[in-house]
Structure formats: C-alpha cells, structure tokens
C-alpha cells in the first residue's frame, strides 16, 4: 500500500485548493464544515483554516496556527510506509531495529534441560522477553500482539499512530510512544499535548494531525480502510507476547 499521493496533494498547482476537514475527535471519524485545508497557487504547504463568522465570510488561520509543508508529508508517509507490515507479515516486525532495539530483542544463550535432565546451554539464539511477564523466549515463540484490537473501533490504533506523532490532543503515556515521538514528533511538524490527558483527548487529533488526516481521507485511505489497517500493523502497534499473556480478552475496546 504506497501512501505516496498525499505527498502528491502537497504539489505546486498554479490554482489554490481546499479540503474540508476530516477528523477524529473521542474516537470517531466526523467532518467539520467551517474548517479547512487551504493550499494556496503555487504552494506546497498546507495550512488549516476557520471560518468563525460563518458561511460567506473570510477563511483565517485556524489557532493555534498549523501547517504541513510537503517536507513534512514525505516524513509523514515514510513514517507510515516504513514500519507497517500486512496481516500475512506483522511478525516480521521482529527484523525492525527500532522494535528490537524497544523490546530488547539480543542474542542470548539460553539454557535447555535434556532428557536425562542435565541443563545444557546452546548457542545464543535471538530472543525477546514477553513484555507482560518477562519471560525470555527465543523470537520464533514469541507471539506479536496488536495493542490496539483487531476487532473494535479501527480508528484506536490510527490514534496511537498519531498520537506518538504529537498529532493528538493527549500526549502518549507508554515508553514507547514517548520513545517515537522523541525522533519523529519533530519531523512531521507535531506538537507535544497534554500529559496524563483524559482518553477523549487521547482519541482526538489536534490542528496539526487534522491536515494529515484530511489530506488520508482525500486520497481515499480513510475510506478504504487502508489508513487504519497499516497503523494497525506498525511497529507502533506491535508487542512481543508470551502464549499465555497473549489472551484475546486483554484488549478492551475505549471507544465503541
Ligand atoms: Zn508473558
């Protein structure tokens, strides 16, 4: 799946153009008629807009003031395409530096009973431990769980995305997401939230992640469901799990 056309959208034309805002606000995709995505003739940043004396009266600046400049999208879309794997191949997320270097996937030797139950040490193999409990297994017995479910609301882990992006109005509260935003936030023009946030302002995205998203929904991905299936399926999303802790009941669903 290339999400290269929204890089595209950002494409010096000689006429301006808008786009309606979509969002998503406590967990629920919506459109917001008195904002929009202005790009101006010639331009290759966009910029949100309101309109608060209503209809036929001057667009501003939404505030506070945001922008994304094409720059910005490349890093956005690379973010995206680089650590999002399909349904057939999130366990290669295992190979991803950055996961492993997070989970703290290494070489270990590990020990083995044989059957006359002398513990043996084999040669190191890779291993990770489960994250819940901590067992070290080798990686090919780890199961990878979606923190954010499979079934339910599939905006949740398109808001986890963005939300380590500093693209939501509540900052993350994992180590993880802190650790993406840390290098990321400041690549794709994002802005640091409120902390200890309440979930609402968790599943809510801010000025900045409204012209990301519009400028998805634009280009179809919203609507095709593509968007939310690669932030499901990213690195962002992915955790090393033990069989046992790896139960179906874990994830609860914050917004129906
Ligand atoms: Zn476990």
Known sequence: MSFQSMV????????????RVATIVEGRETTIDDRRIHIAANSTTAVLQTQPGGTGTPWVPAAPAASVTQAQMV???????????????????????????????AARALQYIDPSNTPTIKPAVDSVPCFDCELVLPTRNITIDHQRPQEGNPVEATCKLFRALGL???????????????????NVGGVAGRANAPLRKKY??????????????WGGFVDSGDLDKACLHHVVNLRPLCNACNTSNRNVAHYA
């Open 204 to 217: 809510t995205l801010n000025n900045v992640g409204q012209i990301y998203f519009t400028i998805a929904d």
């Open 8 to 19: 595209h959208r950002l494409n010096p034309k000689h006429y301006p153009r808008d786009y």
């Open 75 to 105: 890093q956005f879309v690379r973010f995206i395409e680089d650590g999002s794997f399909t349904p057939g191949s999130y366990r290669d997320v295992i190979y991803n530096a950055q996961w492993r270097a997070f989970y703290n996937v």
């Open 168 to 186: 939501t109005k509540g900052d993350p509260d994992g180590p993880k997401g802190d650790g993406v935003r840390n290098v990321h936030m400041g």
